[in-house]
């Protein structure tokens, strides 16, 4: 089975954006030790944009070559006119509001998202599976992720947008790696205990 992992930026109250999404107050912490680590560790997922605004070109994708992301998500790079933020991957978004994928590398998802999800996570391969989110497909694919990557940064937001858009469950998670960054990003690893 391959994992389906939610790598995500939040604050350290568990926001992952402001109470409408916006994550921008994140980005001054993304410094060059970070982005040293990210393009190490976890290159896929450096959008295109970011790899051509920091003039890193090609990178071979380690963790993941598959990404799945919300129709809200997606609207960021939409509103960008970027129809394939991540072409370096199979790219997947939910949607039922989308009734033509925007770009030929974007397969829409618009009904049985657990269903396809399983699928996906049962084909072959060595690579995993990037939950990009945002908040609402995260909290209808809750059940099935395998793997939580959380970048905490070190704010405050007091209220936001959530890391699931789900009811209340306490699910145990194993941790399985801390790694901290000087300018105070904390990195958590944890795998889902079944
Ligand atoms: N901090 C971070 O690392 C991070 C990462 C990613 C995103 N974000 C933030 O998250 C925000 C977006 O989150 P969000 O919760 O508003 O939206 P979202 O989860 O990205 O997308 C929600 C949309 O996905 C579609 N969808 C959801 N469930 C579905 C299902 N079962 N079947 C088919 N389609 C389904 C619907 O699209 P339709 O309306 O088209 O039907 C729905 O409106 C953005 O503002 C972004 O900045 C932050």
């Known amino acids: 089975m391959r994992k389906l992992t939610y790598f995500i930026a939040c604050s350290i109250d568990g926001f992952i954006g402001d109470p409408k999404g916006d994550a921008t107050t994140m980005m001054s912490f993304v410094d060059e030790e970070l982005l040293a680590f990210l393009k190490e560790e976890y290159p896929e997922t450096i959008s295109a944009e970011g790899r051509t605004a920091l003039g890193l070109g090609d990178l071979e994708n380690r963790r993941f070559d598959t990404v799945i992301q919300g129709r809200g998500s997606y609207q960021l790079a939409l509103d960008t006119d970027v129809t394939s933020p991540y072409g370096h991957m199979r790219e997947f ?5 989308l009734t033509e994928s925007p770009d030929p590398n974007v397969e829409l998802i618009s ?9 996906l ?4 391969g060595e690579l995993g599976i990037w939950l990009c989110g945002g908040s609402q497909l995260a909290g209808e694919l809750i ?10 940064y070190p704010l405050v937001y007091g209220s936001g947008m959530p890391m699931f858009g789900s009811g209340f469950a ?3 998670f194993t941790l399985e790696g801390v790694r901290t960054f000087g300018n105070g990003v904390l990195m958590r690893t944890y795998s889902r205990k079944r």
């Open 121 to 124: 996570k049962a084909e072959q």
């Open 111 to 119: 009904e049985n998202l657990v269903g396809r999800v399983r699928e």
């Open 143 to 152: 059940d099935e992720i395998d793997e939580l990557v959380i970048k905490t």
């Open 170 to 172: 306490a699910d145990a």
């Open 93 to 97: 978004v939910a949607s039922r509001s």
